[in-house]
């Protein structure tokens, strides 16, 4: 998937030093699906994912899918319910989808899974 994101990119670039390295393919019609092994990045992270971690990968995953309809996208307002946390060794799926476009605003809205079981949306 083309992101039209540089390698500095902190959600998808390979580059970024301390980038999450989100791996991107897109989906049906306006959505995407990421993947990220949180220990496995730049971030080193153990044990269960922090919850700035876990923000910072939802709000990455649906600002890429600006990249879908050719447009920069800022968030406005997130709010995340989470069951639990993962833990970091976990291979954790987003599914993001832009729900709505109205004029110049997008409404977006993305589940975080891990080992198959739903944790966390927005």
Known sequence: MTTGHSDGCFGCGSDNPIGLGLRCTA???????????????????????????????????????????????NVEHLSIDCDHFPDAEQELTIEAAIDEIIGDRVRTSAILRSAGGGLCDR
């Open 27 to 73: 989906g049906p019609g306006l959505s995407l699906r990421a993947s990220v092994v949180p220990a496995a990045t730049n971030l080193r992270c153990i044990g269960p994912v922090p919850f700035g971690i876990i923000s910072a990968i939802l709000e990455e995953a649906m600002g890429l899918l600006g990249g879908l309809v050719s447009t920069s996208m």
